[in-house]
T-cell receptor, first 113, second 118 residues
Framework: AAGVIQSPRHLIKEKRETATLKCYPIPRHDTVYWYQQGPGQDPQFLISFYEKMQSDKGSIPDRFSAQQFSDYHSELNMSSLELGDSALYFC????????????FGEGSRLTVL | AQKVTQAQTEISVVEKEDVTLDCVYETRDTTYYLFWYKQPPSGELVFLIRRNSFDEQNEISGRYSWNFQKSTSSFNFTITASQVVDSAVYFCALSEANYGGATNKLIFGTGTLLAVQP
């Protein structure tokens, strides 16, 4: 069965650079979520989208922005990168605002040097 | 405020032993959802179970079983006859509910690292 697809899987950036992560949800899933997991930490909710509108917001820095497109894929844009942004970024998807189970992608590992 | 506590930081067992991972949660909501995820060394988060607060039936799936007790705010996870491939970090998580189901704005516990020795 198709899963949540994230790209790139690994990304290395310098401080103050910009990074963009992409997420393709499971087919027929209309809600996407972004989570950040720092080294040795539990995942933290960043933001979610339902039908291309922001549905909820968590601890997402102002330097980060995200959107969901008409094909339901989502992109997380991170600017002015800091060393502390180094983390595993997960995208997850579900049907209709949480009516079904929440499935995560394999994550995108961002390293900021 | 919502909170999930996984008091066991690390557990080490020998293959074929049974092991229970504890999860205690706090919430003021009457409707909520509980989850378990597995994170193997490769890093992905693998969905194991989702349970809503109105369904207190215990669940068994192969070697996995879950014991949900609202009276003690616990949602414990047991692996029977553990295998080396079960070695991973296991996260328990809590979500508020909305009109559609779960908000999926998960509050995770700090995870339990399970090491299964051959």
């Amino acid at each position: 069965a198709a899963g949540v697809i994230q790209s790139p899987r690994h990304l290395i950036k310098e401080k103050r650079e910009t990074a963009t992560l992409k997420c393709y949800p499971i087919p027929r899933h209309d809600t996407v979520y972004w989570y950040q997991q720092g080294p040795g930490q539990d995942p933290q909710f960043l933001i979610s989208f339902y039908e291309k509108m922001q549905s909820d917001k968590g601890s997402i820095p102002d330097r980060f922005s995200a959107q969901q497109f008409s094909d339901y894929h989502s992109e997380l844009n991170m600017s002015s990168l800091e060393l502390g942004d180094s983390a595993l970024y997960f995208c997850a998807s579900s049907r209709r605002l949480g009516a079904g189970e929440l499935f995560f992608g394999e994550g995108s590992r961002l390293t900021v040097l | 405020a919502q909170k999930v506590t996984q008091a066991q930081t690390e557990i080490s067992v020998v293959e074929k032993e049974d092991v229970t991972l504890d999860c205690v949660y706090e919430t003021r909501d009457t409707t909520y959802y509980l989850f378990w995820y597995k994170q193997p060394p490769s890093g992905e988060l693998v969905f194991l179970i989702r349970r809503n607060s109105f369904d207190e039936q215990n669940e068994i799936s192969g070697r996995y079983s879950w014991n949900f007790q609202k009276s003690t705010s616990s949602f414990n996870f047991t692996i029977t006859a553990s295998q080396v491939v079960d070695s991973a970090v296991y996260f328990c998580a809590l979500s508020e509910a909305n009109y559609g189901g779960a908000t999926n704005k998960l509050i995770f516990g700090t995870g339990t690292l399970l090491a299964v020795q051959p």
